[in-house]
């Protein structure tokens, strides 16, 4: 896939429109998505924020957003956007906003509110054709409560609700959703998956998304330090290591026809991975499981095989893209 | 003007339409339905520029409507009973971002067991949530309730959000003769919406909804929300005397019906306030000094008012169509409490539960009310209990509705 205008990091502009300082913790791989997101969106920007970690963004009387910002609740961010984008074309048709005045409307969702209690309410924006942004931060359990599992949960990680003892020793059993097809089954204009690891993809995609009308939406997987319990330092490498191992694919489905935006020359094993995180050390101490590991890279091998036609893991004929 | 027979939903969305809302987030729910139709067959045919969304759930729909509203339009919308209940975060979130829209809601009691008819638990369960709440007894004040709610709760010493409430079945779907106002006099009454607060279309980046992390903030914030009905009661005699100077139709915060001599109160609301005026007519007839105080605005509560209308009086039954189980009826503690520290309170005040799930009134209900608020208390407990009206002959339809289910609950001696 050739990008057309973020060719190098130079391109990524020098405006900061997320300011430092907010309450978000230290090394939040939501953050620095959010910070690139809007970057690549430019100005006029109005952020609707369900119940997540995002919630505390603006914490009264500060706000880290040169945008603005409003707060919904957990189920309803989408529905807020269709409200905010509705009144924006009232306005505009009676002429009480001016073209160049008008906005761009952003949903921020965690994967919580993103598959399960906003689910609903994001399936009828995307059926409605809402012309709106939605950036799901997933950082593959509730965070913001202490790290519950949550449907984007994967297989074998231990979470605050599957903690590890002698009898649970796997920690939880359920595979991760998968959102991008649940999303793409209504074949909205502008689908991806992005990474803060990958900022050249991450632009692009949004400037690609850009040219769109109705919904365009992407799910970010965001490495969140104390869930994931990792150094704060190791978010970004641990977010490209979900991308080199296969874990995370670099994808993009427009009007639903899917195309991978990078593939690994090869795959790195799932176990690079899972080690630098804590939430997966019961797969490795005190004793390896290694019927788990292995579960973990069959799901990873056998998604990739599709991909590539080749039942190999790694898609030896895949061409790499170099960020 | 011209008069047209109106339903209460149709009344509504004549309200609606009269008030120019901007845009209109919608759900179905019966009894509330016709309301979203009625508007979206004028729009479809092009009547009104309003702009209409079918949402996915009454959460949704009230979300939309006030991040609309929070980006600067004139925001209308409508629900029932269920649908309240489903949408009711989003109740305290508009009314918290202090909001300015109209929500009708077409009462209908809540499950379970599940009914279409209404009695006010849906609506009065949004009492504490800051919306303003104005309840109506005709379509016509439907229809004038709304233009009426959308100025007071667009001022900008109020900035409250308002529920417009009529009852399913009994309002909702009687056609009576309703006085539509020219759309010229409705624009000199209430002029298009010009917001006076921060909006997300604004020039200026604005975050809404932001957390409080020191609790006197939060203290602060819904101190000034009470605050705000505090100037909704001191403005309401001035619009209320605007809209009655250009329409000719007066409303004041409790609809005063027989009471100038009036030793005897009944305190009802909604529509079922006509068949207990209708009783107190027939009671006066018969020599009683009875009359009838129907509330029309309940939030905010009109305590002086209310104090003005009742003390003095010799017995007040309150009626509440309502019941917060394991209390009683709502409205009842509300009043007791606005009547407490009066010292020529009414010596007796009875609560009576009527009008559940769309009860009607039987006969004689209202002799036995009167008789009951003509005779001192015995004590103190029969003003604390609620009064359940239900007759001998309900009892005995109940049983063979339980014989049928295979119950066999013998209910001939209760």
């Known amino acids: 896939m050739k990008r057309e205008h973020y060719k190098s990091l130079r391109t990524i502009s020098h405006e900061e429109p997320l300011g430092p300082g907010g309450p978000l913790c230290a090394g939040c791989g939501g953050l620095l998505c959010l910070r690139l997101f809007h970057k690549a969106l430019g100005e006029n920007v109005i952020f609707v924020n369900a119940a997540g970690c995002f919630t505390l963004l603006a914490s009264y009387p500060f706000t880290p957003l040169r945008s603005s910002w409003i707060y919904t609740a957990m189920a309803c961010a989408p529905a807020g956007a269709q409200g905010i984008r509705d009144a924006l074309d009232i306005l505009k048709a009676k002429g009480n906003l001016a073209p160049e005045d008008d906005r761009k409307v952003v949903v921020l969702t965690g994967d919580g509110a993103a598959q399960d209690i906003g689910l609903q309410s994001t399936m009828a924006a995307i059926h409605r054709g809402l012309d709106f942004y939605y950036l799901c931060y997933d950082n593959e359990a509730y965070g913001n409560t202490g790290f519950q599992t949550s449907a984007s949960t994967p297989y074998g990680s231990r979470t605050a609700t599957c903690p590890i003892t002698t009898s649970s020793p796997h920690g939880n059993l359920h595979e991760r959703r998968d959102l991008f097809e649940i999303w793409r089954v209504q074949k909205p204009p502008y689908l991806a998956t992005i990474s803060a690891a990958y900022p050249l993809d991450l632009s692009e995609k949004v400037y690609r998304a850009a040219k769109f009308t109705g919904p365009k939406l992407f799910i970010a997987l965001t490495p969140c330090p104390p869930g994931w319990d990792l150094d704060p330092e190791w978010s970004v490498d641990v977010a490209r290591l979900a991308v080199e191992t296969g874990v995370w694919p670099l994808k993009e489905a427009v009007h639903g026809e899917v195309s991978h935006t990078f593939r690994p020359r090869q795959l790195k094993p799932v176990e690079d991975y899972l080690k630098r995180q804590g939430r997966f050390r019961h797969l490795f101490e005190p004793k390896r499981d290694d019927e788990t590991i292995a579960h973990i890279q069959t799901t990873v091998n056998s998604y990739w095989s599709k991909i590539t036609g080749n039942a190999s893991p790694a898609p030896a004929e895949a061409q790499a893209t170099v960020t | ?414």
């Open chain 2, 1 to 414: 003007m011209t008069r047209a027979m109106l339903t209460g939903n149709a009344a509504a969305a004549w309200g609606a339409r009269l008030a120019q809302v901007d845009y209109v987030p919608a759900f179905p729910i019966t009894p509330q339905t016709e309301i979203i139709e009625t508007l979206a067959r004028w729009i479809t045919a092009g009547e009104i520029a309003t702009r209409m969304v079918t949402m996915d759930s009454e959460h949704s729909m009230l979300a939309a409507a006030g991040t609309a509203a929070a980006t600067g339009v004139r925001v209308f919308t409508a629900t029932s009973s269920q649908g309240l209940v489903y949408g009711f975060e989003m109740l305290y979130a508009i009314a918290g971002l202090r909001l300015p829209l109209v929500l009708v809601n077409v009462s209908r009691a809540l499950a379970h067991p599940i009914t279409l008819e209404p009695d006010h638990n849906d609506v009065l369960s949004a009492r504490d949530t800051g919306f303003l709440q104005f309840h109506a007894e005709t379509s016509q004040e439907v229809l004038d309730s709304i233009l009426m709610a959308y100025r007071l709760a667009e001022h900008p010493d109020v900035l409250l959000p308002a529920i417009i409430n009529l009852d399913g079945f009994y309002l909702s779907f009687t056609r009576e003769t309703v006085e539509l106002p020219a759309l010229e006099e409705v624009n000199a009454f209430l002029p298009p919406f010009a917001p006076t607060f921060s909006v997300l279309s604004g020039p200026e980046s604005v975050a809404l909804g932001a957390a409080v992390l020191d609790p006197s903030l939060y203290t602060y914030f819904k101190h000034q929300m009470h605050r705000a009905t505090d100037a909704t009661l001191q403005l309401y005699p001035k619009i209320a005397g605007e809209f009655a100077e250009r329409f000719g139709r007066r409303y004041g915060l409790i609809d005063e019906f027989m009471l100038d001599d009036a030793d005897y109160v009944i305190v009802m609301t909604n529509s079922f306030a006509a068949t207990g005026k209708a009783e107190v007519k027939r009671l006066r007839q018969q020599g009683k000094r009875i009359g009838l105080a129907r509330l029309r605005v309940i939030r905010p509560f009109p305590h002086a008012e209310i104090q003005r209308v009742l003390r003095g009086r010799k017995g007040v039954a309150v009626v509440d169509q309502n019941i917060s189980v394991g209390k009683g009826g709502i409205l009842f503690g509300e009043i007791a409490s606005t009547l407490y520290g009066l010292t020529d309170r009414p010596p007796v005040l009875v609560s009576f539960i009527g009008g559940l799930g769309g009860r009607r009134f039987r006969p004689g209900e209202f002799d036995g009310m009167l008789a009951r608020i003509e005779r001192p208390l015995e004590n103190p407990g029969e003003m604390a209990e609620p009064n359940l009206l239900f007759t001998p002959n309900e009892c005995r339809e109940v049983g063979r509705f339980f014989a049928i289910a295979g119950e066999g609950e013998d209910t001939n001696e209760t």
